[in-house]
């Protein structure tokens, strides 16, 4: 049974940075790619970044771009996701996703098989 839990959301003020985490189980191996998404109160579920198995093959959200930072550690099953210079746009519930195609970068969310339960990131002044 795949698992992804999320961890690291909060409340920051307007150009401060939260460092949000998917920690990965039940997968047989490393290949599988992870993404994330967000979805604020009235809108729908965008991607914000995606990362390959290996993350040679990163995306991102144009508005993200620059801000934030995606990574993985496959010794540990997590993937990261660095974000600064956070703006009240961005606050939203954030949630992981992954999928068995190694290579797997875009957003269209019914494309990504599994899916965490979401953190909370509001960004506040």
């Known amino acids: 049974q795949w698992q992804l839990v999320e961890s690291g959301g909060g409340t920051v003020q307007p150009g401060g940075s939260l460092t949000l985490s998917c920690t990965v189980s039940?997968?047989?191996?490393?290949?599988?790619?992870v993404a994330w998404f967000r979805q604020a109160p009235g809108k729908e579920r965008e991607g914000v970044s995606s990362?390959?198995?290996?993350?040679?093959?990163?995306n991102y959200l144009d508005a993200v771009k620059g801000r934030f930072t995606i990574s993985r550690n496959n010794a540990k099953n997590t993937v990261s996701l660095e974000m600064h210079r956070l703006q009240v746009e961005d606050t939203a519930v954030y949630y992981c996703?992954?999928?068995?195609?190694?290579?797997?970068?875009?957003?269209?969310?019914?494309?990504?098989?599994?899916w965490g339960q979401g953190t909370q990131v509001t960004v506040s002044s």
């Open positions: 990362i390959s198995d290996n993350g040679h093959g990163t």
């Open positions: 039940g997968f047989p191996s490393d290949r599988y790619s």
């Open positions: 996703a992954a999928s068995p195609d190694p290579w797997l970068l875009e957003f269209w969310p019914w494309h990504w098989d599994y």
